[in-house]
């Protein structure tokens, strides 16, 4: 058993055989700040918090430049000391107790602004990290430099912009194909192709290439797709399936390709031009013939307006969506079935999904997330609720690098880091608490 002398300036890192002393065991699944050696159980001072054992690690691993680490008991990060852990759960001192310590979450410096002439209302990104970047590049990874940021605006624009905050490209204007209203959702489909989606009802696909040297670009329209009734709010992309998921106002969710040749024949009710022949007006936009299709398929379930949806991480013939109804809804893609609906108290606004722990996570208007578990089997409709915010969640994100971690962003003007693994148990249930705010 490891042992190690008191520092003579008495700073909380004491480690004695002393009654107010524990053993634990070290233990990682980073093997890039995994021990050289185990060195079997230590025994520490009970006083211990968290950056004492962190400065122990340190110097287990004998760092040039301390790495801050969070430790982990039964799976939930350690917020008290040693001690007040031990009386709380009743664990003797006598107990072995693992621990096991993970990088600490750094809160993110600032780089660069990206400005525009009008509201900001999507941002989507193109690395290596995100499922577009990964899509396509057939398994490979996009190249340093590489990186990407897309944009949708309220002027009608897209922009994609490289990490020094210069416009790569920016979408073409309503007579040249572009959109003819405020733009409210954008995502990448592959490095290669953009949708986007907004208040004109239609989803524009865009073919997005770049020169050699990587320094301008542009985009140009595909496909326009006509379908829903009310401004379309949400969208979401699932390349490999070549399908796309839109959540909008006039309560129901879209389903559609986008392969031209899958698509089928746009509703001619809902063209441009039959609304010009209504007014008897001339008609007004695109002087171009982009193709225009139609939905697979429009699900009616919902009675409010449709918030957001996506597909399900690990199943993409699976789709869930939320609503100001107060309800999450499970739809079979293949058959448009709703299969499931969990009602909740509030608004819902926002929606991820957490795919290594089978969790949705929900943003509302009542200022939390709640983490729902769609399986059948749950027996509950709130697994976790994450409280912080102080106006409504209406933008959610997986974090790439971490299973356990998402990203909020809120009316109140922030966004927060969250790890579900730092909780604390309340009347209420299981209580999340947030790692990192910036705003």
């Avoid at 780089?111 to 057939?138: I, Q, R, Y």
């Avoid at 919902?302 to 699976?318: G, K, L, M």
């Avoid at 106006?391 to 009316?411: E, R, W």
């Amino acid at each position: 058993m490891a042992t190690a002398e008191p520092p003579a300036s008495g700073d909380g890192n004491t480690i004695s055989s002393s009654p107010s002393s524990v053993k634990i065991q070290l233990s990682t699944r980073h093997p890039d700040v995994s021990l050289p050696e185990n060195p079997g159980p230590i025994l520490v001072n009970t006083s211990f918090r968290r950056y004492a054992l962190s400065t122990l690690v340190n110097k287990l691993l004998q760092s040039d430049k301390p790495i801050p680490f969070e430790f982990l008991v039964n799976g939930t990060f350690l917020r008290t000391s040693l001690d007040e852990y031990l009386t709380a759960n009743g664990i003797s001192a006598e107990t072995t107790l693992s621990l096991e310590y993970v990088r600490a979450i750094i809160p993110p410096h600032y780089l660069a602004s990206f400005e525009h002439d009008d509201w900001v209302s999507s941002v989507d990104v193109l690395s290596e990290t995100s499922p577009s970047g990964k899509w396509g590049t057939n398994g490979g990874s996009l190249k340093s430099g590489q990186e990407r940021i897309l944009s949708a605006s309220y002027d009608g624009l897209l922009r994609v912009w490289n990490m020094s905050s210069q416009i790569m490209a920016t979408s073409c204007d309503v007579k040249n194909g572009g959109h003819t209203a405020p733009v409210k959702s954008t995502k990448f489909i592959s490095p290669n192709q953009v949708a986007s989606a907004g208040i004109d009802r239609t989803i524009r696909l865009w073919k997005y290439t770049e020169d050699l040297e990587g320094f301008t670009a542009s985009l140009v329209p595909q496909i326009e797709l006509y379908g829903h009734e009310a401004s379309i709010d949400s969208i979401a992309v699932h390349l490999p399936s070549n399908r796309i998921l839109s959540a909008s106002s006039d309560y129901s969710i879209g389903f559609w390709s986008n392969k031209k040749s899958d698509a089928p024949s746009a509703p001619e009710s809902l063209l441009p031009s039959a609304a010009a022949k209504a007014t008897k007006k001339l008609k007004i936009g695109s002087s171009t013939s982009t193709p225009q299709r139609g939905p697979l398929s429009l699900f009616k379930s919902h009675t409010a307006q449709v918030s957001d949806t996506i597909f399900a991480p690990n199943d993409h013939t699976v789709g869930h969506s939320v609503s100001w109804d107060h309800s999450l809804k499970t739809w079979d893609l293949p058959t448009s079935t709703c299969v499931d609906t969990r009602s909740t108290s509030h608004s819902l606004f926002s929606v991820c999904g957490l795919p290594a722990l089978n969790l949705i996570a929900a943003g509302s208007s009542a200022r939390h997330i709640t983490l729902v578990d769609p399986r059948a089997s749950a027996t509950t409709v709130s697994a976790m609720t994450l409280h912080g915010h102080t106006n409504a969640v209406v933008t959610l994100a997986v974090d790439p690098g971490s299973s356990y971690g998402l990203v909020s962003g809120s009316h109140d003007g922030t966004c927060r880091v969250w790890d579900i693994r730092s909780s604390k148990s309340e009347k209420e249930g299981r209580i999340g608490m947030r790692v990192v705010l910036f705003i």
